[in-house]
């Protein structure tokens, strides 16, 4: 697939939805290819466009004592070893405009986190790459006022942009997904995905570890494929319990296929009307 053209995501030859899946954070290699060697084999048989997902670093943590990486060289070049390996394109998430260029020579897809969606020299920095930019919508702003992040990135020259919604702020400790913000934001005529996993989570515990409702998954991603999201974004582990970062909302491995069998079949009933 080539992820540069965004006309490819958007309207694939299966009519299928397509998935960033992967795990939050690159713990190590074998992990690494461990996940995306199952998440590649489901995809492949249900025709469903891949990229994998892993963060080389994770900048925005709740305590100094949270897991931040294995370092930034070390990551990156697993994650190109995955895109190497299976023959998809990745992406990650950067924090700086000074790490754009440095991800940039490793990965497909630059992830704009939706803390830092408004940070204008972010957004330039990861359009003049020429890279597929990935922006998350900020919990605490309005679907209609994403326009303004994708203009900064087409106006830097750059129109492969993707808008990905991960929930809005409800309360101190809760999200809440908004379905109406997948039309609006598809009006930009950008491909919208729908971030299952993280629009799970809670956030602000007294713990300082985020909290999730994973038993929510499969809700939430029905109902995204049947408003007409683009894409989905689930992040997945072996062994979620055990991950270093966000286990708390992820979903299980062996639970992707079953899951990813009764989307497609959504879609295609969708596809059919």
């Known amino acids: 697939m080539d ?16 998935l960033l899946a992967g795990p939050c954070a690159i713990e190590g290699e074998e992990m690494a290819l461990r996940i995306a060697e199952r998440v590649v084999e489901i995809t492949n048989k249900l025709e469903i466009p891949y990229i994998f997902k892993g963060s080389y670093r994770k900048a925005n943590r709740s305590r100094i004592d949270s897991f931040t ?6 990551a990156l070049k697993i994650l190109r070893k995955v895109s190497e390996t299976f023959d998809v394109p990745t992406v990650t998430d950067i924090h700086t405009a000074e790490e754009a260029a440095m991800a940039a020579e490793y990965v497909d897809v630059l992830q704009i986190p939706a803390f830092m969606c408004r940070q204008t020299d972010l957004l330039v920095a990861a359009a003049n790459t020429g890279k597929v930019v990935n922006i998350k919508k900020g919990q605490f702003l309005s679907p209609e006022a994403m326009t303004f992040a994708v203009n900064k990135v087409k106006d830097s ?17 809760d999200l809440i ?5 997948i039309p609006a934001m598809q009006q930009f005529d950008v491909p919208v995905v729908l971030d299952i996993t993280h629009s799970l989570q809670q956030p602000n515990q007294a713990s300082g570890v985020t909290g ?3 038993e ?38 062996d639970h992707l296929e079953n899951l990813m069998t009764r989307l497609v079949q959504i879609r295609k009933t969708i596809n059919a009307f």
Do not use: W
């Open 3 to 18: 992820i540069t053209k965004i006309k490819r995501i958007k309207h694939t030859d299966s009519g299928n939805f397509f």
């Open 69 to 74: 990486g294995i370092g930034d060289e070390k």
């Open 157 to 173: 020259g750059n129109d492969q942009v993707i808008l990905t919604d991960r929930g809005t702020t409800f309360g101190y400790h």
């Open 177 to 181: 997904v908004d379905y109406r913000g």
């Open 212 to 214: 999730g409702k994973p």
């Open 216 to 253: 929510l998954i499969e809700t939430i991603a029905r109902a995204g494929i049947a408003v007409g999201a683009d894409g989905l974004f689930i992040e997945t582990h072996f062994d979620p319990a055990n991950a270093k970062s966000d286990g708390a909302n992820m979903l299980h491995l």
